[in-house]
C-alpha cells in the first residue's frame, strides 16, 4: 500500500461519496430524522471534516479551514437526533470544502516518496473510514426508498446465478489463533491482536440462510409465536422500529413505491422482513432500493436484525456461529490427518486480495447474488460467500479482544463495546481494500438497514 496507491484510493472513495449523492435533490439530502440513518448532506461533510480533523489539522497541525467545523460534523459531540437541525453550508459549500481538503491532503503526499508510520496511519484511517460511510449511504437510499446510485447499475462483471448449497461442513476443533496480525498494514484497535481460542468441532452451514429458507420461518407463523424469540427480540417485535419508520416516511417517500401499502404494513405489526410484502396473489416481493422484485429464493435473506435471525435459529433447531467460530471457519485449513492445521488464511480462498471470481464485492452486482455463486471463493472447509454480498451476524457480544487498548480515534470501537454485536465478512457494498476474515463489524441488534443475513451452525 504505496504512496501511489493511498492517493488513487483517496480519489476513488471521494468519487464515490460524490456519486451517492450526485442524484438527490436539496429535500432528500436532508431527509427524515430517524436514528438509524443521517442527513446525506451531513454525512458528506462529515467525511471531509474527518479528513481534514486527522490528516491536516492533527498531523499537520494546519488550522482549520472552516470556522465551524468541529460544531457542525464532529460525529461524538453532535448528538445524532439534533443532525437535522444544524444550521449545515449548502451543497456547493460543502463540495468545496471537500475538494479543498482532499487536494490539501494529495498535494502533501504527492511531494513525499514515502509515508512516516502515523502518515500511514491517518491517512489510511480516513480514507476507510469514508469508504465506510459510502457503504452507510446506500443503507440510506435503501431505507428510504431511493433510486439505486447510479454506478451500480454497470453490468454484473461475475455470473450472479449459483442456486442454493444446502447443507452444513465439518469443522474440527482445535486451538486456532484469531485476530489481526502484525502483518496486515492497517489495522483498527478492535482487531488487535492475535489470540488463541479453543473451539469444540462443530458444523456450520456452507452459504447463508436463503429467502426460501427464510420464508418457511415466515410461513409457519415465526413471527406470531414468542417461543422463538428472546425477551428482548419479542420486545422488540411488539414495538420495534415500525413505529418510527412510519411516522417520517410519508413525506419523502419515493413515489414509484406504493406507499400505502408499505406504510400499512410498517404500522401493523411486523410477521416478515422490512422489506418483504405479499401480494394478493400469494407471490412475494422485496424492495430493492425503490423497486420491488420477486422474491428470489436461491439469495441471501437480507436487512433481518439480530433478533430475527436468532428467532429464526430458535425455529429451525440451529444456532448463530460465534465470532470465533465463523473466523475459524473462514481462515482454517484441515491438517493432514484432519485437524486445524495452524496455519491461517487472510481470506477464504487463501492469501490473495479479493478478485471478482472470488466474491461480490466493490458494488458489483449491483447487490446480493444467489448464494451458490462464487465458488472461486470457498474456504479450505467448504463454506461459500464468507467474505462478500451479505454481513453475517454472530451470536457475540462486541468485546475488546485480550490487551485491548484505544487507538487515537477513540470514539471507533471503544464506546460500542458490549451493545453491539459483531457481524463478520462483508456485503457487496463494502470496498475490497477493507475486508478480510478478521475484521470485525458491529451494530445493535435492532438494525435492519444494513445488508445483513447470517448463517447458522448446528446445535
Ligand atoms: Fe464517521
Not at 414468542?226 to 410519508?250: I, M
Amino acid at each position: 500500500m504505496g504512496v501511489r496507491q493511498l492517493i488513487a484510493t483517496m480519489r476513488e472513495f471521494r468519487a464515490r461519496t460524490l456519486n451517492l449523492v450526485a442524484d438527490l435533490d436539496d429535500q432528500q439530502m436532508i431527509g427524515p430524522r430517524l436514528a438509524i440513518v443521517n442527513p446525506p448532506l451531513w454525512e458528506i461533510g462529515h467525511v471531509a471534516w474527518t479528513q481534514e480533523f486527522w490528516v491536516l489539522r492533527h498531523l499537520r497541525k494546519e488550522k482549520s479551514l472552516i470556522d465551524n467545523g468541529d460544531r457542525l460534523y464532529n460525529s461524538t459531540d453532535i448528538a445524532h437526533d439534533t443532525r437535522w437541525e444544524l444550521l449545515l453550508p449548502r451543497r456547493d459549500s460543502t463540495l468545496r470544502y471537500m475538494n479543498e481538503v482532499l487536494d490539501r491532503c494529495v498535494a502533501r503526499l504527492e511531494s513525499s516518496s514515502e509515508l512516516s508510520a502515523d502518515e500511514f496511519y491517518f491517512y489510511w484511517l480516513t480514507t476507510f473510514h469514508e469508504g465506510m460511510h459510502a457503504e452507510a449511504l446506500a443503507y440510506t437510499r435503501q431505507t428510504l426508498g431511493y433510486p439505486p446510485p447510479h454506478f451500480t447499475k454497470e453490468a454484473p462483471e461475475s455470473p450472479i446465478a449459483g442456486g442454493a448449497r444446502p447443507g452444513d461442513v465439518e469443522i474440527p476443533g482445535g486451538k486456532f489463533m484469531i485476530g489481526a496480525s502484525e502483518e496486515f498494514p492497517f489495522v483498527f484497535d478492535n482487531e488487535k491482536w492475535l489470540h488463541a481460542v479453543q473451539i469444540k468441532p462443530f458444523r456450520i452451514a456452507r452459504t447463508p440462510v436463503t429467502n426460501g429458507e427464510f420464508l418457511a420461518f415466515v410461513e409457519a407463523g415465526g413471527y406470531r409465536n414468542s417461543q422463538f424469540w428472546s425477551t428482548d427480540g419479542w420486545d422488540w417485535l411488539e414495538t420495534g422500529g415500525a413505529p418510527e419508520l412510519e411516522k417520517s416516511f410519508s413525506k419523502f417517500f419515493n413515489k414509484t413505491i406504493d406507499e400505502k401499502s408499505e406504510l400499512a404494513s410498517l404500522s401493523t405489526r411486523l410477521d416478515h422482513p422490512v422489506y418483504w410484502r405479499r401480494e394478493a396473489n400469494g407471490r412475494w416481493i422485496q424492495r430493492v432500493f425503490d423497486q420491488y422484485f420477486p422474491l428470489n429464493e436461491n439469495m441471501p435473506v437480507v436487512h433481518v436484525n439480530w433478533y430475527e435471525a436468532e428467532a429464526y435459529c430458535n425455529w429451525a433447531g440451529r444456532r448463530l456461529p460465534t465470532e470465533a467460530e465463523w473466523e475459524v471457519a473462514a481462515s482454517a485449513e484441515p491438517g493432514a490427518s484432519g485437524e486445524l492445521s495452524e496455519r491461517r488464511r487472510y481470506f477464504p480462498w487463501g492469501d490473495e486480495p479479493p478478485t471478482p471470481q472470488h466474491a461480490n464485492l466493490d458494488w458489483r452486482n449491483s447487490g446480493v447474488v444467489e448464494v451458490g455463486a462464487y465458488q472461486g471463493g470457498d474456504s479450505a472447509f467448504g463454506c461459500r460467500q464468507m467474505i462478500g454480498d451479505v454481513w453475517e451476524w454472530t451470536s457475540d457480544e462486541f468485546q475488546a479482544y485480550p490487551g485491548f487498548t484505544v487507538d487515537p480515534y477513540k470514539e471507533y470501537s471503544k464506546p460500542w463495546f458490549g451493545t453491539h454485536k459483531v457481524l463478520r465478512g462483508g456485503c457487496w457494498a463494502t470496498s475490497s481494500l477493507l475486508i478480510r476474515n478478521t475484521w470485525r463489524n458491529f451494530y445493535t441488534p435492532d438494525r435492519r438497514d444494513v445488508w445483513a443475513g447470517f448463517r447458522t451452525c448446528a446445535k
